[in-house]
């Protein structure tokens, strides 16, 4: 599961969209919310990638909490072999 983040304002600036991202790893990890990965793509996009699609509802909790706004989120499908 990828959750996308809204950016912290329209013009944000990268360090602010990383601090962002690292505001969202210390809520999801205080929730026991097991993470895969998280980044910043261009045009100020950025996702958190949960390991597990049963911590959704716990991990848009925490964010919730946090006060990070989500975007969208996308499950992935299985690994292609």
Same mark, same amino acid.
Do not use: C, K, N, Y
């Given at each position: 599961?990828?959750?996308?983040?809204?950016? +912290?304002? +329209?013009? @944000?600036?990268?360090?602010? !969209?990383?601090?962002?991202?690292?505001?969202?790893? &210390?809520? =999801?990890?205080?929730?026991?919310?097991?993470?895969? $990965? @998280?980044?910043?793509?261009? $045009?100020?996009?950025?996702? !958190?990638? =949960?390991?597990? *699609?049963? *911590? &959704?509802?716990? @991990? =848009? @909790?925490?964010?919730?909490?946090? $006060?990070?706004?989500?975007?969208?989120? &996308?499950?992935?499908? +299985? +690994?292609?072999?």
């Amino acid at each position: 599961m990828q959750i996308f983040l809204q950016p +912290p304002s +329209p013009e @944000a600036l990268s360090f602010e !969209i990383d601090f962002q991202i690292q505001q969202a790893i &210390v809520a =999801l990890s205080g929730s026991s919310v097991m993470i895969g $990965g @998280a980044g910043r793509f261009s $045009g100020g996009l950025s996702a !958190i990638v =949960l390991q597990r *699609d049963t *911590d &959704v509802s716990p @991990a =848009l @909790a925490a964010l919730q909490l946090a $006060g990070i706004r989500i975007s969208h989120f &996308v499950t992935l499908g +299985p +690994p292609s072999g």
